[in-house]
């Protein structure tokens, strides 16, 4: 650190940590080059400083002194680490950022393990194509890429969205429609902040998303947590707790966490209810690219002809996650509140990551991506299938396992969140099911993710699972 930085930093500290008190004399600058054995120059400007924040003041005949207009009680010259934990300072914080989770310490943060619900293949990902894309624009950065863009996203990237939704995903849409996000974490809150009130009642799927519970907790809405079947979000049941809600979630295509797919009778029933409660339904398709023993289900917006689905998508599951960039396709007549909001959060998404997913999409890098990867997907949950099979037995209730990059196994008789923890010394990181649940846990069991679980470490995964369980654990049988 400069010299003179030194002076005034120690000055500071001793001043507001009451080691110097008010109108205590400080040496002159010359005494004070002096003793430290240096130029005055530093002194001088730290002095000047000191005085022009109030920390000093000069006075004609005594010098220069500690200010006399500092309050008596000591301030704390740097905040106190960890100071915030504490549980006055807590008490001053919203409510709903007290409660909320920092997952800090849950295991798949602390490293590479088997079965993480959130990891991708990432040792597959194209790094090269990618690189050369980046390069490409950093090389032709001109000053139109430093101005603000478009808070709905850039053009292309959206008119590149359009045209795959259209013809993978059955979504009835065009560019216009379209808004760029930082992921559907963020497509879930821009859709909040325009369609519901603090005290809204929104239908949950339950089990459920747990970071979408978060996205409603921050904006004050009440969640309805609605039991999901084999067939999907249980409408009746929903309509019968609360017929007025103003706005449902939901993951049609593959239930997160159990993988069921929505049938088509719930669909209409959903798409009625929605019409006639005048509520919105939030379609959350994450993972649906991947579908192994039959076409991609389409999406229930493609089959919604009242504009009353708003339709959440992302790159996380498809690509990788740290890239933040997700969509929504947002029903015509709403385009323009949906652009105010925006604007009025962060103004819009940042450019240059969206230039280079537009290119990456638009020069057919995208679609060969998805090849690739829905054929390793498909061997990695063969090889998980397989493996749970032998060890646990053909019978074993094995849910999701048609979609998508993870599974759900059911437990018997034991609790999942006994089990996390230990399994996490192992390196394996299990999503306890019991956390997704918003009200009454009726099912235990663990997520297992395969997207980033080599095959040929498949047979020592559920291994270690099998050890972990250890022998009054079981799993359930269908
Ligand atoms: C149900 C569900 N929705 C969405 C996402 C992706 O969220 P984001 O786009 O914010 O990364 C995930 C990721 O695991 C998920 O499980």
Redesign the pocket.
């Known amino acids: 650190m400069p010299l003179h930085r030194q002076i005034y930093d120690a000055y500071r500290s001793a001043i507001v940590g009451s080691m110097l008190q008010p109108g205590q004399r400080v040496p002159s600058t010359r005494g004070l080059a002096f003793e430290l054995g240096i130029s005055r120059i530093p002194v001088l400007t730290a002095y000047a400083q000191l005085l022009a924040e109030g920390y000093f003041q000069s006075r004609v005949g005594t010098g220069t002194v500690v200010s006399t207009c500092l309050p008596d009680q000591p301030l704390s010259p740097e905040p106190r680490r960890g100071g915030l934990t504490s549980d006055r300072k807590l008490g001053t914080l919203a409510k709903h950022a007290r409660l909320l989770h920092t997952l800090e310490n849950a295991p798949g943060r602390r490293g590479w393990g088997a079965f993480s619900?959130?990891q991708v293949a990432f040792d597959q990902f194209p790094f090269s194509i990618w690189n050369s894309l980046v390069t490409r624009h950093c090389r032709n950065t001109n000053t139109k890429d430093l101005d603000y863009g478009s808070p709905m996203g850039l053009q292309r990237l959206r008119e590149a969205i359009a045209i795959y939704l259209r013809t993978s995903r059955g979504v009835r849409c065009d560019a216009d429609q379209i808004a760029i996000v930082s992921?559907?974490?963020?497509?879930l809150d821009i859709c909040v902040r325009v369609l519901l009130e603090p005290g809204s009642q929104v239908w949950i799927e339950e089990p459920g998303?747990r970071?979408?519970r978060n996205v409603f907790a921050l904006n004050r809405c009440r969640v309805v947590p609605v039991p999901v079947d084999s067939e999907g979000l249980t409408v009746a049941v929903g309509i019968k707790q609360c017929r007025q809600a103003r706005a449902t979630l939901v993951?049609p295509s593959h239930q997160?966490p159990l993988g069921f797919t929505m049938s088509a009778s719930r669909r209409l029933q959903l798409l009625d209810w929605a019409d006639r409660a005048r509520s919105w339904i939030l379609e959350?398709d994450?993972?649906s690219e991947f579908r192994y023993e039959n076409m991609p289900i389409s999406s229930l917006q493609g089959l919604d002809s009242n504009g009353r689905v708003i339709y959440i998508g992302?790159?996380?599951?498809v690509l990788f996650?740290s890239l933040?960039l997700?969509y929504l396709v947002i029903p015509t007549e709403l385009v323009e509140r949906f652009r105010a909001v925006r604007l009025a959060m962060d103004i819009g998404p940042a450019t240059f990551s969206q230039q280079t997913l537009a290119d990456f999409i638009g020069e057919g890098h995208f679609s060969r991506h998805i090849r690739r990867m829905r054929l390793l997907y498909r061997e990695r949950r063969n090889a998980l299938l397989e493996n749970l099979r032998a060890t646990f037995g053909p019978t074993m209730a094995i849910t999701g396992e048609q979609a998508g990059m993870h599974l759900c196994v059911m437990l018997n008789g034991i609790r999942d969140h006994d089990i996390t923890q230990r399994a996490a010394r192992e390196k394996l990181w299990l999503t306890p099911l019991s956390s997704c649940y918003a009200g009454k846990v009726s099912r235990q069991g663990f997520i297992l993710g395969f997207g980033s679980t080599k095959t040929e470490e498949m047979p020592n995964a559920v291994g270690k699972l099998r050890a972990a369980l250890g022998i009054a654990g079981k799993l359930a049988a269908a």
């Open positions: 619900v959130g992921g559907s974490q963020q497509a998303y970071f979408a993951t997160y959350d994450y993972d992302t790159f996380s599951k996650p933040r997700g």
